[in-house]
């Protein structure tokens, strides 16, 4: 047996980040979705990207397939995975774990086709890499597009956020001019309000939050705390605050401004379906609810105007309206209040993909395109492969 065919039948050792001085080892995954009588939405879940091909569940249950470390502590596969702590061949060979192989798209061209179009004659900021920003010298992003080996396309803005080009690629590569500007940094955050003669209404003014808490000023004064940058230009604390350019921390303890916290008013405290009440008929057609540009969900019948958020401060919304204003995750509505929810998963022609039809490889793998299943296969001499259904 040779050391490699050894390594497969071995459980990953890799530990994450941990405070002791003893090693943290991965001790088992469980799968928890089986026998839960749960049943879940015919869609894939993506739960790993390792830069050449993206994994997948064949639904969306990772935050139920649960591994176990040696201190006690537990993690879903997803972040177990993400967090580098075990690998997808150790979960498949190891534990047993059905996951979905699918080859990362990869950037074919990028195409410039502002020159058929008019546009403003003004700088656009296209990405920010926390140290420099990068601009175009027109307002042209929408017309520069990244065509993939999978034959769908994005906007450059959209590619470069997804981490799927570079600027130095899109420069040397691709031939697209982008100016490089070195990103401001704070010099000061001044409170003006305490200047002899100013004048603040004394009462509580929100200028943060976020999942857990809401910042409030005790009196209103925003508009009076500046950001101060290298460049010499200025931000009141409320859109510095949003651009990300400080946080709330930074504010307190470098910058000596006082904050008040306040536990977010929207925490839920439950979901009710009341459809499910005696008297009360729904017309049975399904309803679309929520999308997440990837998936589009549906409740099996029209109503959800009867499925009620209700929140700790004691107001309301419906759950359509919760969705959206992002109190909660469809996996939340699922799992943690057992409201069920069917998917359809829309490709890149705005068709839905059927999860059904996948190909199956030898070693475990699934594949959802089939050139790249047979580009594989024919790679791979002396196997035998079956269409899977």
């Known amino acids: 047996m040779t050391a490699e065919a050894a390594n497969m039948d071995m459980p990953d050792m890799t530990v994450y980040a941990s405070s002791y001085a003893s ?3 991965v001790i088992g995954v469980e799968d928890r979705s089986i026998n839960s009588g749960m049943v879940f939405p015919q869609v894939m879940e993506k739960i790993y990207d390792d830069g050449k091909n993206e994994y997948y569940l064949d639904c969306p249950k990772s935050n139920l397939i649960i591994v176990r470390y040696s201190n006690g502590t537990e993690k879903n596969v997803s972040q177990a995975l ?4 075990i690998s997808v061949r150790t979960l498949r060979n190891v534990y047993g774990i059905s996951i979905i192989s699918s080859r990362k798209a990869t950037v074919r061209k990028v195409i410039d086709k502002s020159s058929q179009y008019y546009v403003p004659q003004v700088m656009e900021k296209i990405y920010d890499d926390g140290k420099n ?16 080996s999978d034959g769908t396309e994005k906007n450059v803005v959209q590619a470069l956020n997804d981490g799927d080009l570079t600027i130095k690629e899109l420069q040397n590569e691709y031939g697209i001019s982008v100016v490089t500007s070195k990103k401001p940094t704070i010099r000061s955050v001044k ?16 200028i943060y ?11 209103m004064k925003s508009n009076l705390v500046i950001v101060r940058y290298s460049d010499g230009t200025e931000k009141n604390i409320i859109q510095a ?3 990300g350019d400080l946080t709330i921390k930074d504010l307190q303890n470098v910058y000596g401004i006082s904050v008040v916290t306040q536990v977010r008013t929207n925490r839920i405290s439950s979901v009710t379906d009341k459809s499910l009440e005696l008297g009360i008929s729904v017309p049975q057609v399904k309803e679309f609810i929520y999308s997440d540009g990837v998936n589009n969900y549906y409740l099996s019948t029209q109503r959800s105007t009867l499925v009620i958020v209700k929140y700790v401060d004691g107001t309301q919304k419906s759950v359509t309206q919760a969705l959206y204003d992002g109190d909660l995750t469809i996996g939340d509505l699922q799992f943690t209040y057992n409201i069920p929810v069917t998917t359809e998963r829309v490709n890149a022609d705005n068709k839905y993909y059927d999860p059904s039809t996948l190909y199956k490889a030898p070693d475990g793998t699934y594949w959802t395109s089939k050139a790249e299943y047979e580009e594989w296969t024919a790679s791979q001499k002396g196997y035998q492969y ?3 259904k």
Do not use: C, M, W
């Open 82 to 85: 993400n967090d580098g702590d």
């Open 191 to 206: 409170d003006n309000s305490t200047k002899p003669g100013v004048f603040t209404p004394q009462a509580y003014e929100k």
């Open 241 to 243: 605050l949003n651009d």
């Open 133 to 148: 920003e990068y601009y175009f010298r027109t307002q042209k992003s929408a017309y520069v597009i990244v065509r993939y």
């Open 209 to 219: 939050e976020d999942d857990k808490n809401e910042y409030y000023f005790t009196t």
């Open 386 to 388: 079956q269409y899977h």
């Open 23 to 25: 090693r943290v080892n």
